[in-house]
């Protein structure tokens, strides 16, 4: 599916409006989390999704209204009433929807989030999406309505556009790029003026952060594999192994980087230049000690979201076994998924990675790996 932002910033760059519809808040079952998007062109096409169908007809005609009006809409979708024609959310969640015309006006803010995603660089929106009626007493009246819409966009140690004050602007930058930094969308609320109380605007920052990344270690066939799903994650992936004669772009074409160095020391380039972080995952299918042990044992020793190791059993417990002489404690021990995958009972490599997949999803937002229909309560979990 084309990214919504690239199709916004082409049709803007043409001379073509778009209407911009954005999840800024949910509640409950939703089923896209805040910053999803979906854009409908003049022409009437339709680029991603806010909800997987649910109130897509509905928001498209909204649209179209704010694409020949020009003024914004914040609208929230709720439960389906017992009505079959009503417009809702049948999983019974709520979402607030904010839908904007975006043109020509708004390419510098466009032009300089697409230079920062190029270049591999994070980047935040900030748009105002809501604002209270009046303001304190003895305050300069402020028009609600002029609010909407507004940007401010950050990019590194610059920032682009207005929100209309700047105190407003400063207070909001310090906070969206704390969003931008832990890889989050969200709203934020302020006075007029960037007073942290709750009314007055509200804001919502999109962020686009880098991807995480995934480091494959172990040139073999899973390797492949997993590369393979983990590019279709949204992870930047590298593979890398220290035998040059498996390790060639060749083998594997969906990995941004492969790299043909003992495995231990390109983590440790890795970590001691800040390349890696708290989001990313490391997966050894190397199923080799005198690889695995050095490797793992940095590894376990860093906050990363996931580390994972390929193996039997009997593999598994000498690895262990070795780790703890080399000084690893019992938390950091508990923090390897060894063997690693869920039990699918998959045989294939392309079974193994989506079970490899499956746990590292669970790991990131706190799932069972249970089959849904044995679990009671909420399907999604907040992010």
């Known amino acids: ?35 999803a998007t979906m854009a409908v062109a003049v022409d009437g096409t339709v680029t ?8 897509e007809a ?54 300089a989030v697409a230079a920062a995603r190029r270049g591999g660089q994070p980047a935040a ?20 309505a002029r609010r909407l819409g507004r940007r401010l966009v950050l990019t590194g140690q610059r920032s682009i556009g207005s929100l209309g004050d700047d105190r407003l602007d400063a207070a909001a930058g310090v906070d969206a790029l704390g969003l931008l930094t832990a890889g989050h969308s969200g709203v934020l609320r302020y006075g007029y003026h960037g007073q942290r109380r709750g009314s ?19 040139a073999i066939d899973f390797a492949a594999a997993v590369a ?23 083998r594997f074409p969906e990995a ?21 972080d708290g989001r990313t995952v490391v997966c050894v299918l190397t199923h080799d000690p005198k690889f695995d042990v050095p490797l793992l044992e940095l590894a376990l020793r860093h906050p990363l979201a996931y580390v994972g190791a390929m ?28 063997p690693i995958g869920l039990d699918l009972g998959g045989r294939t490599p392309e079974e193994t990675a989506v079970s490899v997949a499956a746990q590292i999803v669970a790991a990131r937002w706190g799932g069972s790996g249970r089959p849904l229909a044995a679990l009671d309560g909420a399907i999604h979990r907040p992010g």
């Not at 900030?126 to 009246?141: E, I, K, L, Q």
């Not at 007055?200 to 172990?218: D, Q």
């Open 200 to 218: 007055g605007v509200s804001l919502f920052v999109t962020a686009y952060a880098t991807p995480p990344r995934m480091i494959v270690f172990g």
């Open 311 to 338: 193996g039997s059993r009997r593999t598994h417990d000498e690895r262990h076994k070795l780790l703890r002489e080399a000084g690893l404690d019992a938390e950091q021990l508990a923090r390897l998924a060894s």
């Open 228 to 250: 393979r799903i983990g590019a279709f994650l949204g992870y930047r992936v590298t593979v890398c192994d220290a035998r040059p004669v498996f390790t060639t772009a060749r």
């Open 256 to 276: 941004d980087e492969v790299v043909v160095q003992w495995p231990h020391r390109y983590l440790r380039t890795e970590v001691d230049a800040g390349r890696v």
């Open 58 to 111: 509905d928001l498209y005609e909204r649209s179209r209204r704010v694409l020949n009006t020009g003024a914004a809409e914040l609208i929230r979708y709720g439960i389906s009433d017992d009505d079959a024609y009503a417009v809702g959310l049948t999983c019974g969640g709520i979402l607030d929807v904010f839908v904007e015309r975006v043109d020509a006006g708004a390419l510098p803010e466009l032009d």
């Open 48 to 55: 991603g999704s806010v909800s997987g169908g649910c109130v």
């Open 1 to 35: 599916m084309p990214d919504v932002f690239d199709e916004v910033h082409r049709r803007c760059r043409a001379g073509e409006p778009v209407a911009l519809a954005t999840v800024v808040a949910t509640w409950h079952s939703a089923p896209q989390p805040p910053g």
């Open 125 to 144: 929106v900030v748009a105002c999406v809501a604002a209270d009626a009046g303001d304190p007493p003895g305050a300069v009246p402020t028009d609600p």
